[in-house]
């Protein structure tokens, strides 16, 4: 079993930035394919990112590369998605999700993942 626990979402102007974060409980974060998903009202859970269990790939939803960077931290069983030049289209929860290992050509589908968090919102004024 792995609890995630998001942080860090919040009110920001267009063009700011934020800082979400998961954090894992459990010891077996490292085995864990990690994502970002979001969801914005009457709309379907969109994905974000993923990042692999060691860290050395990452992969990214069009919308967001260039402004988005996932990463994790497996000694401190969390992973992080920095958010710069924030656009009024990002409004949504963010949900953070551990899945086992998967290929990339199937990160982006959240049905492949097991576990959840609660979500953050995130919500860009214009």
């Known amino acids: 079993q792995v609890q995630l626990v998001e942080s860090g979402g919040g009110l920001v102007q267009a063009g700011g930035s934020l800082r979400l974060s998961c954090a894992a409980s459990g010891r077996t974060f490292s085995s864990y394919t990690m994502a970002w998903f979001r969801q914005a009202p009457g709309k379907e859970r969109e994905f974000v990112a993923a990042i692999t269990r060691s860290g050395d790939n990452t992969y990214y939803t069009d919308s967001v590369k260039g402004r988005f960077t996932i990463s994790r931290d497996n000694a401190k069983n969390t992973a992080y998605l920095p958010m710069n030049s924030l656009k009024p289209e990002d409004t949504a929860v963010y949900y953070c999700?551990?899945?086992?290992?998967?290929?990339?050509?199937?990160?982006?589908?959240?049905?492949?993942?097991?576990?959840w968090g609660q979500g953050t919102q995130v919500t860009v004024s214009s």
């Open positions: 999700a551990a899945g086992r290992q998967m290929p990339l050509t199937i990160m982006t589908t959240p049905r492949n993942y097991d576990y």
